[in-house]
């Protein structure tokens, strides 16, 4: 983890989330790099406030949207944080926009944190061929299918890839994300 709550002061990074996302996914590594003095932005299709749950099922509150995705540039962010959740993973997977976003800061070279359901965002991008990743494990075969290689490990790093599977590894996933962007030079805005 980074030394000091103010080792990310300074640093901006991106929640891509919608509608359905898993509530927890969205806020442990939001108050991570808040304590750790980052700066947060929540991304999403619309515009408003868009609804939480917890295990997909149960309703687990709204969390108030920054801005649209469409109006975004990856190069705003030092960092990308994509939440899992299926009705959220599908709904981003699904949008232009979102899929988009996701690719240019893949192909940035910035770090890009996805758990759980997240890594469906990534396949339609078209940027894990050729990388070792994990997931939910019901995703696992998708992502073979489009070229990478799976692991069942709590949180993988492939370059500026980072992924997890479940809730369950969010203390690792919350660390991994802040090393990598600790450790990354800063970006020329």
């Given at each position: 983890?980074?030394?000091?709550?103010?080792?990310?002061?300074?640093?901006?990074?991106?929640i891509?989330?919608?509608?359905?996302?898993?509530?927890?996914?969205?806020?442990?590594?939001?108050?991570?790099?808040?304590?750790?003095?980052?700066?947060?932005?929540?991304?999403?299709?619309?515009?408003g406030?868009?609804?939480?749950r917890?295990?997909?099922?149960?309703?687990?509150?709204?969390?108030?949207?920054?801005?649209?995705?469409?109006?975004?540039?990856?190069?705003?962010?030092?960092?990308?944080?994509?939440?899992?959740?299926?009705?959220n993973?599908?709904?981003?997977?699904?949008?232009?926009?979102?899929?988009?976003?996701?690719?240019?800061?893949?192909?940035?070279?910035?770090?890009?944190?996805?758990?759980?359901?997240g890594?469906?965002?990534?396949?339609?991008?078209?940027?894990?061929?050729?990388?070792?990743?994990?997931?939910?494990?019901?995703?696992?075969?998708?992502?073979?299918?489009?070229?990478?290689?799976?692991?069942?490990?709590?949180?993988?790093?492939?370059?500026?890839?980072?992924?997890?599977?479940?809730?369950?590894d969010l203390?690792?996933?919350?660390?991994?994300?802040?090393?990598?962007?600790?450790?990354?030079?800063?970006?020329?805005?």
């Amino acid at each position: 983890m980074t030394d000091t709550p103010t080792a990310l002061q300074g640093m901006k990074f991106a929640i891509l989330a919608t509608d359905g996302v898993e509530r927890r996914e969205l806020t442990e590594p939001r108050d991570a790099i808040v304590d750790a003095g980052g700066a947060i932005e929540l991304l999403s299709l619309k515009d408003g406030e868009i609804e939480a749950r917890d295990h997909d099922l149960e309703l687990a509150g709204t969390f108030r949207v920054d801005r649209r995705v469409e109006g975004a540039s990856a190069d705003e962010f030092d960092a990308l944080v994509i939440p899992g959740g299926t009705v959220n993973a599908d709904k981003l997977r699904s949008d232009e926009s979102a899929v988009a976003f996701v690719r240019r800061f893949v192909e940035s070279g910035r770090p890009v944190a996805v758990i759980c359901h997240g890594p469906w965002v990534l396949i339609d991008a078209g940027v894990v061929e050729g990388r070792t990743v994990t997931s939910y494990p019901s995703l696992r075969i998708d992502l073979r299918n489009a070229g990478a290689k799976t692991v069942d490990e709590e949180v993988v790093v492939d370059g500026n890839l980072i992924t997890s599977r479940t809730p369950d590894d969010l203390p690792a996933f919350c660390d991994a994300l802040l090393n990598a962007v600790a450790k990354a030079p800063a970006p020329q805005r």
